[in-house]
């Protein structure tokens, strides 16, 4: 679980991967790695979304770190967790998808938006708390979340892009969890594959040229 955390800080950035089909992964997952992402999350809502992250994690064990997205509750953490999930990310605060990903030392990363939800995520025990939707109250709201919750981990996600990432990570994020605009659905129909490339390299470049 640490090396999860210890990752996602240095890397700064989660793609976020919906909507596929099973016959895209590979490209697309290779396209990412390429472009220097080494966190990826396949929300279970994408069809063969367990399928993804079975094979995915086999084929890059070593180079990216592979997990699932909008978990619910604790029958699909369980399924996920089988599956090779290394981390489960919720939009909702769930106490049974925290305790079971902490029991099988898989990282849980719930989503929350006031400052309640946050702090019930970590009286349960999550060590990073995504903050969802964070585009509709933006950076400044972040900040102001920073003061009383100085020491908290927190996953930018929602409406993330290679513009404005930077601005989150300034704000206090730890890392952002970037989706529609990296894994750009169109791209990926077209099999313009060097696009998702080309836009994760600009995007790793820029969070990383932030000075926190």
């Known amino acids: 679980m640490s090396d999860v955390l210890t990752t996602l800080t240095a890397s700064k950035?989660?793609?976020?991967?919906?909507?596929?089909?099973?016959?895209?992964?590979?490209?697309?997952?290779?396209?990412?790695?390429?472009?220097?992402?080494?966190?990826?999350?396949?929300?279970?809502?994408?069809?063969?979304?367990?399928?993804?992250?079975?094979?995915?994690?086999?084929?890059?064990?070593?180079?990216?770190?592979?997990?699932?997205?909008t978990v619910l509750h604790a029958r699909e953490a369980e399924g996920a967790i089988q599956a090779g999930a290394q981390f489960l990310i919720s939009p909702n605060v769930d106490q049974g998808v925290i305790e079971t990903a902490l029991?099988?030392?898989?990282?849980?990363?719930?989503?929350?938006?006031?400052?309640t939800e946050i702090v019930q995520a970590m009286n349960y025990g999550a060590p990073i708390v995504k903050l969802f939707p964070c585009s509709s109250l933006g950076p400044s709201y972040l900040k102001e979340l920073r003061g009383p919750l100085n020491e908290l981990n927190i996953l930018a996600v929602g409406g993330i892009t290679k513009e404005n990432a930077a601005s989150y990570l300034k704000a206090?994020?730890?890392?952002?969890?970037i989706g529609g605009s990296l894994v750009a659905l169109n791209e990926i129909q077209q099999g313009n594959y060097s696009a998702i490339?080309?836009?994760?390299?600009?995007?790793?470049?820029?969070?990383?040229?932030?000075?926190?």
Not at 38 to 52: D, G, H, K, S
Not at 103 to 115: C, D, F, K, R, Y
Not at 172 to 177: I, N
């Open 103 to 115: 029991e099988q030392q898989v990282t849980p990363m719930p989503g929350a938006l006031t400052p």
């Open 172 to 177: 206090g994020a730890t890392s952002v969890g």
């Open 197 to 212: 490339t080309n836009y994760a390299e600009q995007l790793m470049a820029v969070v990383h040229a932030v000075d926190l």
């Open 13 to 69: 950035v989660i793609a976020i991967i919906r909507g596929i089909e099973l016959m895209q992964a590979p490209p697309l997952f290779e396209a990412l790695a390429a472009g220097g992402i080494q966190l990826a999350e396949v929300t279970l809502n994408t069809p063969n979304a367990l399928r993804i992250i079975d094979h995915m994690r086999k084929k890059y064990d070593g180079r990216m770190i592979i997990g699932a997205g």
